[in-house]
Each structure stands twice: as structure tokens, then as C-alpha cells.
């Protein structure tokens, strides 16, 4: 069983992606619980100020470092985490692999900067690993956190059903998927290729890895490139 917990100031941010779908139904399961902390709760001052300005100036505010030390303390002194996680476009880039090694842990700490980032001496004192979901910049780590959280949880065992599995996924193979259709066999003439009403499951099978090769040789060379 995972166990995440994310620390962030804004915890109504997270109320929407894991409130639905297979999320919820992960957590209904029992096969992963998830846990928002509000980073006010753990400030000591009246007015619970999470952040302040910078040392030296410069724009933006930073994250101060003891409501998110005593968070991480109050919250090491529950379970042991296999990795203390910083959300920062500073960190490495979430890929697959990435995702597949994460869901392998029992308890990850995501902790979810906003402004101007965190205070460096959160990231010297706790932080085992930063994670980036890309090179763009986002207002806060709130997003890439759920992203995370949802590349991950899909991969435990049961999230998924059988015919959904994330074994099928595009990159878990390194590959693109192949096209697929529904009903109607045609729409306005445009027809489903006729492989796919043949009825030779043998046949498809190579179709559909012949169509993936194809496609990512055209889309994503770079992930024929490196085979790892
Ligand atoms: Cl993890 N945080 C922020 N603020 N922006 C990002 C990101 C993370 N990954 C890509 N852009």
C-alpha cells in the first residue's frame, strides 16, 4: 500500500483530481491513501504566515523554513519516507521511468513550493529529490504534484482493471500507441482500415505493433533513439 502525503499552502487546489475517477476509486480501495497537509496549520505566529521576502531583496516571496520543517517532523515522526520530494522546474524531468520507481515506494513526502520557492535550507536539510514535470515554469509545485501523484497511482497493482492496464500505455514499451477506432466501421466514408474487422486477432496484433513502430518513428523518433 502507498501512502503520499503532500505539504502546500494551498490545499483547496487538490480538492478537484483526487475527488474523481480512478483516484477516488484508487483511495475508496484501499490501495493508496492520499494526505493533503496545509502548511498554515503548522506556522506559530497569529497571523500563520507561510512566506516572507527574500534576504536581500529581489521580488517574489519565499516559503519560510519552520512551518515546512516542523511539518516534515511532526509528519517523519508518524512513518519513515522512502523519499522526501521537492516539486521545482530546477528538478528531474518526471518521465516514466521516474513514475515506475516511485510506485514502488510505501511513503512519499511531495512538498509543493508556491512565489518564489522555498527557503534553500528546506532543500539542504530535508529534501532528498526535485522533481520537474517540464521546462516551463507553473505558478506553484500544487500541479506537478497532482500530475505525479497520477502517473504513479495508475501503476498500482489494481487501480487499473485488466483491460486498462498500464502495461498497454504509450512509453511504457517505449513506444507511441497504435490508432484505434469504435463504432461506426464508417463515418462519411471515412473507413476503420478493414485489418481491424478481420477477425484475425494474430494479424492485428502485428498490425497494431507494425502502427506503432510506424508512428513513432514519424512523432517521437527520440524514443526509438534511446532504448534503455
Ligand atoms: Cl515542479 N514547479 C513549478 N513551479 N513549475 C514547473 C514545475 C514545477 N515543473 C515544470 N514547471
Redesign the pocket.
Known sequence: MLRIDILTCVPALFAGPFSHSILKRAQEKGLVQIAIHDLRDFTTDRHQQVDDYPFGGGAGMVLKVEPIAAAIRHLQSQRPYDRLI????E?RH?DQHLANELSLCQNLLLL???YK?VDQRVRDLFITHE???????????E???MVLVDAVVRLLPGVLGDETSALTDSFQDGLLEPPIYTRPADFEGHRVPDILLSGHFAQIDRWRDEQAYEKTRRLRPDLLADAD
Open positions: 521537492y516539486l521545482t522546474p528538478g518526471l509543493a513550493g508556491h520557492g522533481v520537474s514535470i517540464g521546462d516551463y515554469v507553473l505558478s506553484g509545485g500541479l506537478p504534484a
